[in-house]
């Protein structure tokens, strides 16, 4: 069963780890062997937001924010320059309009260009500041 893995290459590995949401191994085995982990992070960042939604209830502006923090600190600590677009669509799609738009807004932030939210246009509004 094991040589399956030692015949694959690494980065299929690390994709199989993250479809089974074990990014912390994932990650962990991306930086040992210098690959890149950013796909690994964009699919936590999606479980996550997918994981807080299936708890039920409305989400308040305050559980919004603590869930951009968490990600956006991981993506730092991780020192990722990471588009933050794939993971507001996300939010946007399982219905958190508040989180996503919080999230797109992080983007915007960072970006030094003026289309920074230009990928995510699509299906709701774009926000002013």
């Given at each position: 069963m094991t040589h399956r893995?030692?015949?694959?290459?690494a980065e299929r590995l690390v994709s199989r780890l993250?479809?089974?949401?074990m990014h912390l191994l994932a990650l962990?085995?991306?930086?040992?062997?210098?690959?890149r982990s950013d796909p690994v992070l964009k699919h936590?960042?999606?479980?996550?937001?997918?994981?807080?939604?299936?708890m039920g209830?409305?989400?308040?502006?305050?559980?919004?924010?603590e869930l951009r923090r968490i990600i956006v600190t991981k993506f730092e600590r991780e020192g990722m320059a990471i588009s933050?677009?794939?993971i507001a669509k996300r939010a946007w799609?399982?219905?958190?309009?508040?989180l996503a738009t919080k999230v797109r807004s992080q983007r915007a932030k960072r970006s030094s260009n003026g289309n920074a939210n230009s990928k995510l246009?699509?299906?709701?509004?774009?926000?002013?500041?």
């Amino acid at each position: 069963m094991t040589h399956r893995y030692t015949a694959a290459p690494a980065e299929r590995l690390v994709s199989r780890l993250t479809a089974r949401n074990m990014h912390l191994l994932a990650l962990r085995i991306s930086s040992f062997l210098q690959i890149r982990s950013d796909p690994v992070l964009k699919h936590w960042a999606c479980a996550k937001i997918a994981a807080a939604q299936s708890m039920g209830g409305e989400s308040t502006g305050s559980q919004d924010d603590e869930l951009r923090r968490i990600i956006v600190t991981k993506f730092e600590r991780e020192g990722m320059a990471i588009s933050y677009a794939d993971i507001a669509k996300r939010a946007w799609q399982v219905g958190r309009t508040r989180l996503a738009t919080k999230v797109r807004s992080q983007r915007a932030k960072r970006s030094s260009n003026g289309n920074a939210n230009s990928k995510l246009a699509v299906g709701f509004p774009a926000t002013r500041a």
